[in-house]
């Protein structure tokens, strides 16, 4: 058994773009677990855009710190445990894990999940990534049979399986991108109607030809520029789904919020609607997604794109390259 157990630490809170310089490597002493506890060892860390926005300040979680463990959800199997409901070799998914080798942890912070091949799908499709696709889309943007559907980040792990979801129910679906490689993707590999690059300029004027003179269902990932032309794109009971705003996250704390004058009397003649909302939101309805998930990845309607990087030690450059853009589908790091 290791003694040791290898960390990735903040080293510093970044107050503009996130470099891998902001972290370091330790090795620290093995968890050691108490009654209630179990030790778990971290198999996939999901690495996600929402990893930055921690480090901005408080949200639905605690603001990350200087010299904390880099936090992160993870896929994991139980090594040692003094929890009634765990057994040795459970595999396990916990949001508390953080970025290292091995944690000790309270058996109510973690839950136990059925082997699927590939293992890797439960941080995916059957993971946040493809619950967050499937209420975000379904339950908060209701979409039918016909209506336009836009999606930001589209070649992401949300993204591609948002729009996915929506050719599944029959709409014309729009993505957005970053290059002709990730648009080309949307359209012949993910079946997106149309799929376009955000970089090439009038954005607003694309997403009107696209759509055919405009959006019924718009699924947010980014915020800023982005949003702000998928807005005015809008339909009459247009609705908004506000997942993500990676846009604002690699940038300075202190430059705050931009005004939104106007907004709302644009709102009102349209008669739009605009909703938040985090994953965990749905957790008590997960089992009726995983169900209809998978049998859609079953049939072959659902195509599942997932980006690993091999080794605990390169995932700062894993986090700053998803804040890039570099990723398609999924990305996670294996850790053992």
């Given at each position: 058994?290791?003694?040791?157990?290898?960390?990735?630490?903040?080293?510093?809170?970044?107050?503009?773009?996130?470099?891998?310089?902001?972290?370091?490597?330790?090795?620290?002493?093995?968890?050691?677990?108490?009654?209630?506890?179990?030790?778990?060892?971290?198999?996939?860390?999901?690495?996600?855009?929402?990893?930055?926005?921690?480090?901005?300040?408080?949200?639905?979680?605690?603001?990350?710190?200087?010299?904390?463990?880099?936090?992160?959800?993870?896929?994991?199997?139980?090594?040692?445990?003094?929890?009634?409901?765990?057994?040795?070799?459970?595999?396990?998914?916990?949001?508390?894990?953080?970025?290292?080798?091995?944690?000790?942890?309270?058996?109510?912070?973690?839950?136990?999940?059925?082997?699927?091949?590939?293992?890797?799908?439960?941080?995916?499709?059957?993971?946040?990534?493809?619950?967050?696709?499937?209420?975000?889309?379904?339950?908060?943007?209701?979409?039918?049979?016909?209506?336009?559907?836009?999606?930001?980040?589209?070649?992401?792990?949300?993204?591609?399986?948002?729009?996915?979801?929506?050719?599944?129910?029959?709409?014309h679906v729009v993505g957005i991108a970053g290059g002709k490689a990730k648009c080309d993707l949307l359209v012949n590999t993910f079946g997106f109607d149309a799929a376009l690059d955000y970089k090439a300029g009038n954005l607003y004027a694309q997403l009107m030809a696209a759509t055919g003179g405009g959006t019924d269902v718009y699924f947010d990932n980014v915020g800023g520029a982005v949003f702000e032309s998928a807005l005015f794109t809008m339909k009459p009971h247009g609705r908004l789904i506000a997942c993500g705003a990676v846009s604002a996250y690699d940038t300075d704390p202190a430059k705050g919020l931009q005004s939104v004058r106007g907004i709302p009397a644009w709102f009102i003649s349209r008669r739009l609607s605009l909703r938040g909302f985090i994953v965990a939101d749905f957790y008590a309805r997960r089992p009726e997604a995983l169900r209809e998930l998978r049998s859609w990845v079953e049939r072959g309607q659902l195509q599942v794109r997932e980006d690993i990087i091999d080794g605990l030690a390169e995932l700062p450059r894993a986090l700053v390259g998803l804040l890039a853009g570099e990723n398609i589908g999924k990305r996670m790091v294996k850790v053992a």
């Open positions: 058994m290791k003694t040791t157990n290898k960390q990735i630490l903040i080293d510093q809170l970044p107050s503009g773009a996130l470099r891998t310089e902001h972290f370091r490597i330790v090795e620290s002493a093995m968890p050691e677990i108490r009654d209630g506890e179990v030790l778990l060892r971290i198999l996939y860390i999901a690495v996600d855009a929402a990893m930055r926005a921690w480090m901005l300040g408080p949200s639905y979680r605690e603001a990350l710190k200087a010299g904390e463990v880099m936090a992160a959800a993870a896929l994991a199997e139980v090594v040692e445990t003094r929890h009634a409901t765990f057994d040795a070799g459970d595999l396990v998914y916990t949001d508390a894990a953080g970025c290292q080798e091995f944690v000790a942890l309270s058996g109510e912070k973690v839950r136990r999940i059925e082997r699927t091949e590939p293992l890797t799908h439960l941080l995916s499709v059957y993971g946040t990534a493809g619950l967050t696709a499937y209420f975000g889309l379904l339950d908060i943007g209701q979409p039918r049979a016909g209506e336009s559907v836009v999606v930001s980040a589209a070649a992401g792990a949300v993204g591609s399986l948002v729009g996915q979801i929506a050719k599944i129910k029959g709409c």
